[in-house]
């Protein structure tokens, strides 16, 4: 299986934005990933 590119800390921050209800455009900008990583990863 492939390392992941990203820390602890930002896997953390993303799921803490999601949890807040940030839309995901917003969180998806904000971590500097595109929507489609994030909704790979979730």
Do not use: D, N, W
Request: aromatic residues 4%; contains cysteine.
């Amino acid at each position: 299986m492939k390392a992941s590119k990203f820390t602890e800390a930002q896997k953390a921050f993303i799921v803490k934005q999601r949890e807040q209800g940030t839309p995901v455009a917003e969180t998806c900008s904000t971590a500097g990933i595109s929507q489609a990583t994030l909704l790979q990863a979730i």
